[in-house]
């Protein structure tokens, strides 16, 4: 899977729109779209945020497992 495939299975695992991931991040949906779908690249600080919901779910997950 490409970075994106997998950013977007994790979001859905966590049930949360691309609206919803967004605003948790402090972006608008649009932006958060761009980013998932490659157009734009995610900040640390956003993989971070990423990174803290996934691993509610998988709490040894990284931020390479999520992103690279």
Same mark, same amino acid.
């Given at each position: 899977l @490409? %970075?994106?495939n997998k950013v977007r299975g994790?979001? @859905? %695992?966590l049930k949360m729109s691309q609206e919803k991931l967004g605003d948790y991040l402090g &972006?608008?949906?649009?932006t958060y779209h761009l980013k998932e779908?490659?157009?734009l690249?995610? !900040?640390i600080?956003?993989?971070?945020k990423i !990174?803290?919901?996934v691993a509610e779910i998988f709490? @040894? &997950?990284t931020i390479d497992d999520i992103f690279f």
């Open positions: @490409n %970075m994106y994790y979001r @859905n %695992m &972006i608008t949906k649009q779908v490659g157009k690249e995610f !900040k600080e956003e993989m971070k !990174k803290e919901l709490p @040894n &997950i």
